[in-house]
């Protein structure tokens, strides 16, 4: 079985800075993806980055970016120069390649400050 | 990139009253579509699976007489809640998988439909 964990409910940052969202895993698969949604209060699910676990690379879309540490088993999602849009709840998500349905976090609820 | 679709957004309903709720792949053969469930400011919890032309699997405490799905297509799936009470409103939101490409990549998700039963 997968787990996700967020240990952070709500975040808050000062527009322009960066911030750091946390997010933990735990499976024994070896091939799995990792994925950050973006859930504003309209409720769509918004797709902002994804890491597989062979990438040997952090992942990066703009001005996301993924600090993914194997070892460790975190995913952690970084925005960096931080917008008023930004506010909004975020989803760290699993899913083991060939299974297709995916194990979500808590969330995190970002509120970023003008 | 894939879009899905998800119709209505938002619904209200009588108590009693059945709802249906689509989900659409607009422009990829969605083999797979996954219903989730999500109460307010609570991650998604997932409901249901279902591959084109095949019964759905239902996660743990699901019912499935009280929510059924039906994937017909493979650019179609539907939940409809029967017999809708209070408790059954809630944040409902599909996701759709293809095949072939680069599994793992994202599912789709759809808008999400907000249910209201009064």
């Known amino acids: 079985a997968q787990k996700i964990t967020q240990t952070q409910p709500g975040m808050f940052v000062q527009e322009k800075e960066a911030v750091t969202l946390d997010c933990t895993y735990d499976?024994?698969?070896?091939?799995?993806?990792l994925f950050w949604y973006k859930q504003p209060s309209s409720g769509e699910m918004i797709f902002l980055i994804y890491q597989g676990s062979y990438d040997e690379q952090n992942a990066t879309e703009g001005r996301y970016s993924l600090n993914f540490q194997k070892a460790r088993k975190s995913a952690n999602l970084v925005i960096s120069a931080s917008q008023l849009g930004d506010s909004a709840m975020y989803f760290c998500?699993?899913?083991?390649?060939?299974?297709?349905?995916?194990?979500f976090g808590d969330g995190t609820t970002l509120t970023v400050k003008p | 990139g894939a879009v899905v679709s998800q119709h209505p957004s938002r619904v209200i309903c009588k108590s009693g009253t059945s709802v249906k709720i689509e989900c659409r792949s607009l422009?990829?053969?969605?083999?797979?579509m996954f219903w989730y469930r999500q109460f307010p400011k609570k991650s998604l919890m997932l409901m249901a699976t279902?591959?084109?032309?095949?019964?759905?699997?239902?996660e743990q405490g699901v019912e499935k007489d009280k929510f059924l799905i039906n994937h017909a297509s493979l650019t179609l799936s539907t939940l409809t809640v029967t017999s809708a009470h209070p408790e059954d409103s809630s944040f409902y939101i599909c996701?759709?998988?293809?095949?072939?490409?680069?599994?793992?990549?994202?599912?789709?998700f759809g808008q999400g439909t907000r249910l209201t039963v009064v």
């Open positions: 279902s591959n084109e032309g095949s019964k759905a699997t239902y």
């Open positions: 422009d990829f053969q969605a083999t797979t």
């Open positions: 996701s759709a998988k293809g095949q072939g490409g680069r599994d793992g990549t994202e599912a789709f």
């Open positions: 499976t024994s698969d070896q091939s799995y993806g």
């Open positions: 998500a699993m899913r083991v390649f060939n299974a297709g349905k995916s194990t």
